[in-house]
């Protein structure tokens, strides 16, 4: 392993971020990975250590034939106010070939320093700090190769849209750098269980593309087919209330079926969300009380005939009166 710190500089300001490097120094075949883009979300973060904790084994790393980048936390000054932003800016809405602040420059240097020349890149996030998401990846539309890289993750699902301007994943498209976004857990704690599920996908993603000598012996499921959510319902409160959910994260579930029952005190009114669609649980409140008009559950579709390129979403505002 060698470290570093990738020295940001615009005008007056700087910043440094930590690097890990290992494998072949310089190696044509590059895998980078990211964490802590957005400050609040712990869960990259955790899956860096874990994966750092993993190529440190001098057993794994004397294996490689390639360099593996890792960059635990791009966001340092988000984390340690624990906020999504730098500087009241999106990370992940700041790439630009013409930096104009220091936010957009941190992404041009981590870009053109690691990514810009990478085989692969993974950038790992969740839902922040008031929801959880279940265990998914992100691609773009009509890209088979994205569609590889989840199957190789060992992950189930995976969320069709395409990347908005500034994003990572559209920025690095047009140098032909395939960014596979995965998302998983929130509302500010560590998900043991999908920290498991990612760690054992890495593996099998180093083995899938060669990243070793020789193949490491792990047990898997292989993904066959890969479910394609294509659009969302959100259910919105307009009222602040406490809400007891009938399903889990990843749930398959029917048209009418209980999602979760919402209680409004002051009224002593009580009200069931009954899901529109059949669909899976895609997104849930990290809490039993959700504040007027914000989200508190989200119904994601794997077969729709919506236009994936205008990333739909619809919502539905629950009135509580």
């Known amino acids: 392993m060698r470290f570093e710190n990738l020295e940001v500089k615009f005008e007056k300001e700087e910043i440094k971020i930590p690097i890990f490097r290992f494998g072949k120094v310089n190696s044509s075949k590059r895998l980078v990975v990211l964490g802590g883009v957005h400050g609040n979300e712990i869960n990259g973060i955790g899956v860096l250590k874990e ?10 790393e004397e294996l490689l034939n390639a360099e593996i980048i890792c960059l635990p ?23 630009s070939s013409n930096p104009s602040d220091l936010a957009e ?17 993974l950038d790992f ?37 395409k990347p908005k301007p500034g994003m990572l994943a559209d920025f690095a498209a047009n140098s032909n750098v395939p960014v596979l976004t995965i998302e ?3 509302g500010a704690r560590l998900h043991d269980d999908y920290l498991k599920k990612i760690i054992l996908g890495f593996k099998n993603f180093l083995n899938s593309y060669s990243f070793l000598n020789n193949k490491i012996q792990i047990n898997i499921d292989e993904i066959s087919n890969l479910i394609e959510l294509k659009t969302r319902f959100k259910y919105k409160l307009s009222a602040t209330a406490i809400v007891k959910y009938h399903v889990q994260l990843g749930q398959k579930i029917k048209k009418s079926q209980l999602i979760c029952t919402v209680y409004e005190p002051s009224t002593a009114s009580e009200f069931q969300i009954l899901s529109k669609k059949d669909g ?13 008009k914000k989200l508190a559950c989200d119904i994601a579709l794997d077969c729709c005939d919506y236009n994936v390129n205008s990333n739909p979403e619809i919502f539905e505002v629950i009135k509580i009166t």
């Open 73 to 95: 936390v791009v966001n340092v000054l988000g984390f340690k106010s624990f906020t999504r932003r730098f500087q009241n800016q999106d990370l992940n809405r700041s790439y």
């Open 280 to 292: 899976y649980v895609f997104s849930l409140s990290a809490k039993n009380i959700v504040t007027a």
């Open 184 to 186: 998983s857990g929130g």
């Open 51 to 60: 994966i750092i904790k993993y190529l440190s084994n001098s057993n794994v």
């Open 125 to 161: 996030h969740d839902s922040g700090s008031n929801y959880e998401l279940l265990l998914h990846s992100r691609i773009a539309p009509n890209n088979p190769l994205l569609v590889e890289m989840t199957k190789a993750m060992l992950i189930k699902h995976t969320l069709v849209r």
């Open 105 to 121: 420059q941190i992404c041009f240097d981590v870009f053109n320093a690691y990514i810009k020349d990478a085989t692969f890149c």
